[in-house]
Protein backbone atom coordinates (compact mmCIF):
# COMPACT_ATOMS: atom_id res chain seq x y z
CA UNK A 1 0.00 0.00 0.00
CA UNK A 2 1.54 3.24 -0.99
CA UNK A 3 1.89 5.87 1.97
CA UNK A 4 0.11 9.21 1.47
CA UNK A 5 2.48 12.03 -0.10
CA UNK A 6 3.47 13.97 3.05
CA UNK A 7 2.41 17.53 2.24
CA UNK A 8 5.33 20.62 2.69
CA UNK A 9 5.84 22.02 5.49
CA UNK A 10 4.96 24.95 4.53
CA UNK A 11 1.55 24.08 4.04
CA UNK A 12 1.64 22.65 7.59
CA UNK A 13 1.94 26.39 9.01
CA UNK A 14 -1.26 27.94 9.87
CA UNK A 15 -2.72 30.72 6.79
CA UNK A 16 -2.53 33.70 7.83
CA UNK A 17 -5.87 35.00 9.12
CA UNK A 18 -6.83 36.74 6.14
CA UNK A 19 -11.07 36.44 6.87
CA UNK A 20 -10.03 38.14 10.21
CA UNK A 21 -7.70 40.69 8.43
CA UNK A 22 -10.61 41.42 6.04
CA UNK A 23 -13.01 41.99 8.85
CA UNK A 24 -10.88 44.62 10.89
CA UNK A 25 -10.44 46.44 7.19
CA UNK A 26 -13.98 46.33 6.77
CA UNK A 27 -14.95 47.66 10.39
CA UNK A 28 -12.61 50.59 10.17
CA UNK A 29 -14.06 51.39 6.83
CA UNK A 30 -17.43 51.44 8.17
CA UNK A 31 -16.16 53.59 10.98
CA UNK A 32 -14.55 55.99 9.03
CA UNK A 33 -17.78 56.23 6.65
CA UNK A 34 -19.85 56.78 9.69
CA UNK A 35 -18.51 59.80 11.33
CA UNK A 36 -18.98 62.37 8.59
CA UNK A 37 -22.70 61.04 8.46
CA UNK A 38 -23.18 61.11 11.87
CA UNK A 39 -21.78 64.61 12.25
CA UNK A 40 -24.03 65.85 9.29
CA UNK A 41 -27.07 64.15 10.38
CA UNK A 42 -26.79 63.05 13.67
CA UNK A 43 -28.02 59.57 15.27
CA UNK A 44 -31.43 60.11 14.30
CA UNK A 45 -31.26 61.44 10.62
CA UNK A 46 -27.91 58.85 9.49
CA UNK A 47 -29.15 55.61 8.56
CA UNK A 48 -26.83 52.94 8.25
CA UNK A 49 -27.94 52.11 4.64
CA UNK A 50 -25.86 55.60 3.90
CA UNK A 51 -22.89 54.56 6.07
CA UNK A 52 -22.31 51.35 4.25
CA UNK A 53 -22.86 52.74 0.68
CA UNK A 54 -20.13 54.67 1.63
CA UNK A 55 -17.95 52.38 3.20
CA UNK A 56 -18.71 49.82 0.26
CA UNK A 57 -20.16 46.91 2.39
CA UNK A 58 -23.01 45.19 1.52
CA UNK A 59 -25.72 46.50 3.93
CA UNK A 60 -26.49 42.85 4.78
CA UNK A 61 -22.83 42.71 6.86
CA UNK A 62 -22.76 45.57 8.80
CA UNK A 63 -24.23 43.48 11.73
CA UNK A 64 -21.70 41.03 11.37
CA UNK A 65 -19.07 44.32 12.72
CA UNK A 66 -21.56 46.11 14.74
CA UNK A 67 -24.46 44.86 16.60
CA UNK A 68 -26.90 47.75 16.59
CA UNK A 69 -26.65 51.53 15.09
CA UNK A 70 -25.62 52.45 18.80
CA UNK A 71 -22.78 50.23 18.60
CA UNK A 72 -21.54 52.17 15.54
CA UNK A 73 -22.11 55.57 16.27
CA UNK A 74 -20.12 54.76 19.64
CA UNK A 75 -17.51 53.69 17.39
CA UNK A 76 -17.33 56.79 15.49
CA UNK A 77 -17.20 58.53 18.46
CA UNK A 78 -14.12 56.97 20.15
CA UNK A 79 -12.37 57.17 16.60
CA UNK A 80 -12.50 61.18 16.23
CA UNK A 81 -11.97 61.91 20.08
CA UNK A 82 -9.41 58.99 20.22
CA UNK A 83 -7.76 61.45 16.53
CA UNK A 84 -7.76 64.30 19.28
CA UNK A 85 -6.17 62.81 22.19
CA UNK A 86 -3.65 61.16 19.89
CA UNK A 87 -2.77 64.82 18.64
CA UNK A 88 -2.50 66.69 21.62
CA UNK A 89 -0.24 63.75 23.14
CA UNK A 90 1.97 64.55 20.57
CA UNK A 91 1.98 67.96 20.58
CA UNK A 92 2.90 67.85 24.71
CA UNK A 93 5.66 65.20 23.58
CA UNK A 94 6.55 67.98 21.19
CA UNK A 95 6.68 70.64 24.02
CA UNK A 96 8.49 68.76 26.79
CA UNK A 97 11.17 71.47 28.37
CA UNK A 98 9.43 74.33 26.10
CA UNK A 99 8.87 77.80 27.83
CA UNK A 100 5.83 76.94 30.24
CA UNK A 101 4.18 80.19 28.68
CA UNK A 102 4.82 79.15 25.57
CA UNK A 103 2.87 75.53 25.91
CA UNK A 104 -0.42 76.52 26.04
CA UNK A 105 -0.90 78.82 23.04
CA UNK A 106 1.14 76.34 21.05
CA UNK A 107 -1.90 74.18 22.41
CA UNK A 108 -3.86 76.31 21.19
CA UNK A 109 -2.49 76.42 17.93
CA UNK A 110 -2.31 72.09 17.30
CA UNK A 111 -6.28 72.47 18.05
CA UNK A 112 -7.18 74.60 15.39
CA UNK A 113 -5.34 73.24 13.23
CA UNK A 114 -7.01 70.29 14.33
CA UNK A 115 -10.24 71.82 14.16
CA UNK A 116 -9.78 72.66 10.66
CA UNK A 117 -8.28 69.15 9.83
CA UNK A 118 -11.64 67.67 11.39
CA UNK A 119 -14.27 69.86 11.57
CA UNK A 120 -16.18 66.39 11.76
CA UNK A 121 -15.50 66.55 16.05
CA UNK A 122 -17.42 69.86 16.53
CA UNK A 123 -20.43 68.85 14.13
CA UNK A 124 -20.66 65.43 16.27
CA UNK A 125 -20.85 67.74 19.32
CA UNK A 126 -23.29 69.90 17.71
CA UNK A 127 -25.44 67.19 16.92
CA UNK A 128 -25.82 65.56 19.72
CA UNK A 129 -25.32 68.09 22.45
CA UNK A 130 -28.35 70.26 21.98
CA UNK A 131 -30.63 67.41 23.80
CA UNK A 132 -30.22 65.25 26.91
CA UNK A 133 -29.76 61.54 26.48
CA UNK A 134 -28.10 58.32 27.59
CA UNK A 135 -25.87 58.90 24.29
CA UNK A 136 -25.13 62.53 25.72
CA UNK A 137 -24.43 61.15 28.86
CA UNK A 138 -22.39 58.42 27.52
CA UNK A 139 -20.21 60.80 25.19
CA UNK A 140 -19.90 63.43 28.34
CA UNK A 141 -18.69 60.99 30.85
CA UNK A 142 -16.45 58.62 27.78
CA UNK A 143 -14.61 61.96 26.08
CA UNK A 144 -15.64 65.16 26.64
CA UNK A 145 -15.39 65.80 30.35
CA UNK A 146 -11.37 64.16 30.11
CA UNK A 147 -11.12 66.80 27.20
CA UNK A 148 -12.79 69.78 29.67
CA UNK A 149 -10.54 68.59 32.93
CA UNK A 150 -7.53 69.02 30.87
CA UNK A 151 -8.65 72.30 28.83
CA UNK A 152 -9.65 73.07 32.83
CA UNK A 153 -5.75 72.68 34.17
CA UNK A 154 -4.36 74.61 30.84
CA UNK A 155 -6.41 77.02 31.90
CA UNK A 156 -4.98 77.50 35.53
CA UNK A 157 -1.71 77.02 34.53
CA UNK A 158 -1.98 79.85 32.60
CA UNK A 159 -3.46 82.04 35.12
CA UNK A 160 -1.43 81.11 37.36
CA UNK A 161 1.26 82.59 34.65
CA UNK A 162 -0.64 86.05 34.46
CA UNK A 163 -0.65 85.51 30.75
CA UNK A 164 -5.22 83.75 30.07
CA UNK A 165 -8.20 86.23 29.89
CA UNK A 166 -9.90 86.58 33.04
CA UNK A 167 -13.13 84.44 33.12
CA UNK A 168 -15.00 81.26 34.28
CA UNK A 169 -13.13 77.99 33.46
CA UNK A 170 -16.14 76.74 32.40
CA UNK A 171 -16.75 79.93 29.82
CA UNK A 172 -13.19 79.88 28.68
CA UNK A 173 -13.75 76.28 28.08
CA UNK A 174 -16.43 77.05 25.34
CA UNK A 175 -15.27 79.99 24.01
CA UNK A 176 -11.92 78.14 22.82
CA UNK A 177 -13.87 75.55 21.06
CA UNK A 178 -16.26 77.37 19.91
CA UNK A 179 -13.98 80.17 18.54
CA UNK A 180 -11.48 77.69 17.50
CA UNK A 181 -13.56 75.45 15.51
CA UNK A 182 -16.70 77.12 14.26
CA UNK A 183 -15.54 78.65 11.25
CA UNK A 184 -14.55 74.84 9.97
CA UNK A 185 -18.15 73.17 11.48
CA UNK A 186 -19.68 75.64 9.31
CA UNK A 187 -17.57 76.12 6.35
CA UNK A 188 -20.24 76.15 3.54
CA UNK A 189 -21.80 79.15 5.24
CA UNK A 190 -18.23 80.36 5.87
CA UNK A 191 -17.24 80.61 2.37
CA UNK A 192 -20.52 81.96 1.48
CA UNK A 193 -19.36 84.82 3.22
CA UNK A 194 -16.35 85.54 3.07
CA UNK A 195 -15.54 84.17 -0.46
CA UNK A 196 -12.40 81.23 1.27
CA UNK A 197 -13.04 78.16 2.17
CA UNK A 198 -12.13 78.71 6.02
CA UNK A 199 -9.38 75.84 6.10
CA UNK A 200 -6.98 77.48 3.63
CA UNK A 201 -3.75 77.72 4.89
CA UNK A 202 -3.36 81.31 4.76
CA UNK A 203 -6.57 81.69 6.56
CA UNK A 204 -6.48 78.89 9.30
CA UNK A 205 -2.78 81.39 10.31
CA UNK A 206 -5.08 84.25 10.78
CA UNK A 207 -6.75 82.48 12.86
CA UNK A 208 -5.05 81.19 15.15
CA UNK A 209 -3.42 84.42 15.37
CA UNK A 210 -6.57 85.85 16.09
CA UNK A 211 -6.96 83.89 18.74
CA UNK A 212 -3.78 83.72 20.72
CA UNK A 213 -4.19 87.46 21.21
CA UNK A 214 -7.48 87.37 22.16
CA UNK A 215 -6.64 84.31 24.69
CA UNK A 216 -3.49 85.31 25.65
CA UNK A 217 -2.98 89.10 25.42
CA UNK A 218 -0.43 89.69 28.11
CA UNK A 219 1.52 87.08 26.88
CA UNK A 220 5.09 88.05 25.82
CA UNK A 221 4.60 86.72 22.47
CA UNK A 222 1.41 87.55 21.22
Do not use: N
Amino acid sequence: MRQAARRPRSQLRPRPRRAQQRGLETRERLVAAALPVFAARGFEGATTREIARRAGVALAALPYHFETKEALWRAAADRIFGLLADRFAEALRGLAGADARARPRELLRDFVRFAAERPELHRFMLQEGTEPSARLRWLVETHVRPLYRAVCERIDETRALGIAVPGRPEHLYYAMIGAASMPYAVAAEFELLAGAKPDAEALVEAHVELLLRLFFPDSPHA
